[in-house]
Each structure stands twice: as structure tokens, then as C-alpha cells.
């Protein structure tokens, strides 16, 4: 294993591997961080390391598991199908010939602040087409701008409950709550929403502009990594700070780009799709390291890897991963969780994305 380090320090210490995580059943155990350094040292692949000054520094990569072209912006009017084995298929819903032409029509009033002429011909619509969820988020927005609340949040109560499965309702529904000064229910309303679209910039905005009546502020991002590992010529190159547990965390993942036999282990499959088994291994080397370093009084303190300890402690770092992680496969990633695995990336939301003001 090739190494272009300078001064950098690389001797690592075995530290308590990552613990209470789902695995994948037969597959092998997540590597220590003693044992991770050892399969590079003794892989055929030629490994190399840059240092950086900052993150900022970290050349351009996009994960072979992703899109090239980047995550998509979603599903229009998400709607999820839940099959007899539980298994859940996304697909979009689609507004009737009625609803579909009340909506057209009612747009240009709505974005003029007609609201009482478009609300007219959305409440005309939904009785026609009562199933209609769009018509009653659309109807609540009506009602929301015009200065009722109320009204607003009882119509996006009813497009919840005919798709639960559609991050607006949620949105607009704390919306509404914060209108009625009720910031405790809407920051679980928007927690409920981020946690169907996660990461999502329009919502976190949205959220944040609301900042001083909620009480709260919600963190644009969890994670700012301070390393990463790309495939330059026949080399795998980590980049990274000056660290020792950012660049483990950089070995991580250039072991996952070129060690098929690694993700076979792991994933039972040497495809180098994206699973959230690479970010657990990754993060949980990472967190090992920089824990046994901080116990040790080593380095400089970073509060957002000791923010990542307590959710790693708490049991709840499989959360974060679908958070931070999963939306950058797709915004649709985790509606696509099952219903448990939704609820309790909306607890951890709740706990871990909003600070006080």
C-alpha cells in the first residue's frame, strides 16, 4: 500500500467496533479500524494520499452507485403501493381530467392572490373528485394565504389522509401550525416532511425562515466530511485532512471502490452499487477513531463527530445514513423505508436536526 503522507501520522489503534446496527444476515463483520489499515497494507491495490487543508479542498466525486447526473428531483405527487408481503413500490399519482383542469385553471388566480376566485374552483373539483389529494393541499393553501389557518389545516389533514405518503402534506401542515402558534406540533410536522424528503433545501429554507416562532433551527447538514477516495489512472487516492481518523475514514471508502472481495463480504454482491452498509462501516470507523483519540486527548475536538458519538450511542446511526446518505441516491429513498423505519427517522430528526434558539 502506497502512501504519499508527509508528516502524517498512521498509526492506528484497535477500537470497539460499530455495535446494535442491522446487518445484512450471513454476510461478514464491519473491519475494525487496526484491521482496515491492515487489508490495505497487504491489498495488490495501489493505494495514494493527498493531503488537504480543509474540506473544502476535496476534489469533485460522485459515488459509481449514483446517478451521474445527480440525484433526480423526485417523484411528482409521490404515492407508495404496499404489496401483500410488505414491500413498497413508488409511483406518481395521477390527478383526474377534473382535477387536473381545475388546477390549471385555478393556478394563474392563485399565483395572482385571487385566493377566494381560486379556491372556488378547487372546492368545485374536490366535489367532484373527492379523492383528489392535490385539491385539498391546494385548497389549504387557499385558505392559509387568505389568513385562516384553520380552515388550512383541516384541508391538508384530509390530502394527508388520503396520501400519507406525500412529504407536502406535512410541510404545509406545519405551516399552518406555526400560523396557529403551535410550534411544538409543527416541528414534528416538519420532521414528519424532512424525514419523507430528506435533505430537502426548498423545505429546510422554508423551515428556517420560521425560525424564530418555531424556536428552533434546523441544521442544513449533519455531515461535512473532511475526506474521500476516488479512482485516479491505477491508483485509488484518498484525499483528506491532516487527520488520522479522516483519512481511515478515506481508506474506508477507497477499500469499498477497490476491494471487490471486501464488498462481496459485506454485501454478498461485487457490484459497486451504493448500499448503506459502505456508510455504516465508514462512518463507524471513522467515530471509533476519533473517539479513541478524544478519550486519549488527541487532536482538536469536533462537535459535529461528537453530535455523531451520542447518535451513534443512542443506536440511531443507521438513521443518519438514511438521512444523509439515502437521499443523495434519491429524494425518494426513504419513503420507500417501511413505516417503522420512517417514525423512527422522524424521532431522530426531532432529537438530532433541530437546535434551540
Known amino acids: 500500500?502506497?502512501?504519499?503522507?508527509?508528516?502524517?501520522?498512521?498509526?492506528?489503534?484497535?477500537?470497539?467496533?460499530?455495535?446494535?446496527?442491522?446487518?445484512?444476515?450471513?454476510?461478514?463483520?464491519?473491519?475494525?479500524?487496526?484491521?482496515?489499515?491492515?487489508?490495505?497494507?497487504?491489498?495488490?491495490?495501489?493505494?495514494?494520499?493527498?493531503?488537504?487543508k480543509n474540506g473544502a479542498d476535496l476534489p469533485a466525486f460522485r459515488h459509481?452507485?449514483?446517478?451521474?447526473?445527480?440525484?433526480?428531483n423526485g417523484t411528482p405527487y409521490p404515492e407508495i403501493s404496499v404489496g401483500a408481503d410488505g414491500s413498497r413500490s413508488l409511483y406518481s399519482f395521477r390527478p383526474s381530467a377534473v382535477a387536473s383542469k381545475a388546477l390549471e385553471e385555478a393556478e394563474p388566480l392563485f399565483q395572482a392572490k385571487e385566493y377566494v376566485q381560486a379556491l372556488t374552483i378547487y372546492r368545485e373539483a374536490s366535489l367532484k373528485d373527492p379523492k383528489c389529494y392535490i385539491l385539498y393541499l391546494s385548497i389549504g393553501d387557499c385558505y392559509l394565504f387568505s389568513g385562516n389557518p384553520l380552515a388550512?389545516?383541516?384541508?391538508?389533514?384530509?390530502?394527508?389522509?388520503?396520501?400519507?405518503?406525500?412529504?407536502h402534506g406535512y410541510w404545509f401542515r406545519a405551516s399552518a401550525l406555526v400560523?396557529?402558534?403551535?410550534?411544538?406540533?409543527?416541528?414534528?410536522?416538519?420532521?414528519?416532511?424532512?424525514?419523507?424528503?430528506?435533505?430537502?433545501?426548498?423545505?429546510?429554507?422554508?423551515?428556517?425562515?420560521?425560525?424564530?416562532?418555531?424556536g428552533t433551527r434546523a441544521k442544513e447538514e449533519l455531515f461535512h466530511p473532511q475526506a474521500m477516495a476516488r479512482p485516479e489512472g491505477?491508483?485509488?487516492?484518498?484525499?483528506?485532512?491532516?487527520?488520522?481518523?479522516?483519512?481511515?475514514?478515506?481508506?474506508?471508502?477507497a477499500v469499498w471502490l477497490?476491494?471487490?472481495?471486501?464488498?462481496?463480504?459485506?454485501?454478498?454482491?461485487?457490484?459497486?452499487?451504493?448500499?448503506?452498509?459502505e456508510e455504516l462501516e465508514c462512518?463507524?470507523?471513522?467515530?471509533?477513531?476519533y473517539r479513541t483519540d478524544r478519550d486519549e486527548e488527541k487532536g482538536t475536538p469536533e462537535p459535529e463527530l461528537d453530535r455523531l458519538l451520542e447518535v451513534l450511542g443512542d443506536g440511531n446511526l443507521g438513521d443518519f445514513v438514511n438521512y444523509q446518505f439515502g437521499s443523495q441516491l434519491t429524494p425518494d429513498?426513504?419513503?420507500?423505508?417501511?413505516?417503522?423505519?420512517q417514525e423512527k427517522l422522524v424521532r431522530f430528526l426531532e432529537h438530532y436536526l433541530f437546535d434551540k434558539r
Not at 459509481?64 to 433526480?72: A, I, L, M, N, V
Request: hydrophobic share 40%.
Open 1 to 52: 500500500m502506497k502512501r504519499v503522507v508527509g508528516s502524517f501520522i498512521l498509526a492506528l489503534s484497535i477500537a470497539t467496533r460499530v455495535a446494535g446496527e442491522e446487518r445484512p444476515a450471513n454476510r461478514g463483520r464491519f473491519l475494525t479500524p487496526a484491521e482496515l489499515a491492515e487489508l490495505g497494507d497487504k491489498s495488490e491495490v495501489q493505494y495514494a494520499t493527498t493531503i488537504v
Open 64 to 72: 459509481p452507485g449514483f446517478s451521474k447526473e445527480g440525484p433526480s
Open 283 to 289: 462512518m463507524g470507523n471513522l467515530l471509533a477513531r
Open 333 to 341: 429513498y426513504a419513503i420507500l423505508l417501511d413505516r417503522e423505519s
Open 152 to 167: 388550512a389545516l383541516d384541508n391538508y389533514d384530509k390530502a394527508i389522509a388520503l396520501n400519507p405518503d406525500d412529504f
Open 179 to 214: 400560523e396557529l402558534a403551535k410550534p411544538e406540533e409543527a416541528r414534528h410536522s416538519y420532521a414528519k416532511a424532512l424525514a419523507m424528503s430528506p435533505r430537502n433545501p426548498t423545505l429546510l429554507k422554508a423551515i428556517n425562515a420560521r425560525s424564530e416562532r418555531l
Open 258 to 277: 477497490a476491494e471487490a472481495g471486501h464488498r462481496k463480504d459485506l454485501t454478498g454482491s461485487t457490484d459497486l452499487h451504493w448500499t448503506n452498509t
Open 234 to 253: 491505477d491508483k485509488f487516492v484518498i484525499y483528506t485532512v491532516d487527520v488520522p481518523h479522516w483519512w481511515l475514514y478515506g481508506l474506508c471508502k
